[in-house]
């Protein structure tokens, strides 16, 4: 439990650490789903630990898979639970899919194994949606059989009264998505005031060999610079400094850039350290 929440808050930390560290928003369509997907996962991921974890440390109540079957699957309502349960796994699955073709596609080995990565990639959700599919047509059998099984797993997980945590598990389908948001919106204002203060310290002018040239403020990536103006610039990676194929020669203004850092140090020791090449994902 402690590695599965620690990982989820991490991974939710750090995608909105880069989303205001990131100077534009303008991406690639494969970049930007799985930036959006990335956002999703805790919106849907809080409701569920609330009503597992949530529910487990604040009533001392032990909840079983049969429990949460029955909520998901039998509640009133229709199976909305359940519905939630399948987005998340499908969201969650393709926003790791993304990040590991970006991380490895560059790679031979995981490039001559492809068919066996989609392969995968698509059974391994599959069989794990029939299995939870599977297990709530058992509960609806069960229930069947004998509605006073129904009747007991949904008094188990009943938390009644007027706490603060009875309200918040009552009102977790507006207030995750609405603490999220929240958080979202902060970054976004930041990224705002960022903007403005970085106006004080003048801009910077890129010239591409296209001829195209523009002004942009001080801490942009030549790579969201290319991306801002329309300028074609590959990046297998999406930007990490793992692939290279950013990778950039500068003819002017070479000595002005600040020193690569420790990413870029050893893209460019890969390469051989090319005289006056930067890789423009980690160049600002």
């Known amino acids: 439990a402690a590695l599965l929440y620690g990982s989820l808050a991490a991974h939710a930390f750090l ?18 789903v799985q930036t959006g997907f990335g956002l999703l996962i805790p919106v849907i991921a809080i409701g569920h630990i609330l009503g597992t974890a949530g529910v487990s440390g604040a009533t001392g109540v032990d909840v079983t898979y049969a429990m949460k079957m029955a909520e998901f ?38 490039r ?14 599959t069989l794990a949606l029939l299995g939870f599919v599977d297990m709530g047509q058992e509960a609806a059998a ?13 008094a188990k997980m009943a938390v009644n009264g007027d706490g603060a945590f009875a309200w918040i598990l009552r ?15 902060a970054i ?18 890129i010239r591409y060999p296209e001829g195209v040239a523009r002004r942009f403020d001080r801490g942009v990536s030549i790579l969201e610079a290319s991306r801002m103006t329309g300028v074609p610039h590959a990046a297998f990676c999406g930007g990490r400094g793992r692939c290279t194929t ?3 020669r ?35």
Request: aromatic share 8%; hydrophobic share 50%; net charge positive.
């Open 15 to 32: 995608g909105l650490r880069t989303l205001f560290f990131r100077r534009s928003l303008k991406m690639p369509a494969a970049e930007g």
């Open 73 to 110: 699957w039998l509640a009133d309502g229709g199976p909305v639970g359940a519905l939630q349960q399948i987005a998340l796994v499908a969201i969650l699955w393709t926003h790791l899919c993304i990040g590991l073709s970006f991380a490895f596609q560059s790679r031979r080995w995981y």
């Open 142 to 154: 069960r229930a069947a059989a004998d509605p006073a099984w129904l009747e007991t797993q949904r």
């Open 250 to 284: 500068v003819d002017e203004g070479f000595e002005e850039l600040p020193p690569p850092n420790e990413i870029e140090k050893r893209s460019l020791a890969r390469l051989g350290d090319p005289e006056r090449v930067r890789l423009a994902c980690q160049t600002r």
């Open 171 to 185: 009102e977790r389908s507006w207030l995750a998505p609405a603490f999220v948001l929240s958080l979202v919106a």
């Open 188 to 205: 976004l204002l930041a990224r705002i005031i960022r903007h403005a203060l970085s106006m004080r310290h003048g801009r910077v002018s």
């Open 246 to 248: 950013c990778r950039i």
């Open 112 to 125: 001559s194994a492809r068919p066996l990565w989609l392969s995968a990639a698509i059974l391994l959700p």
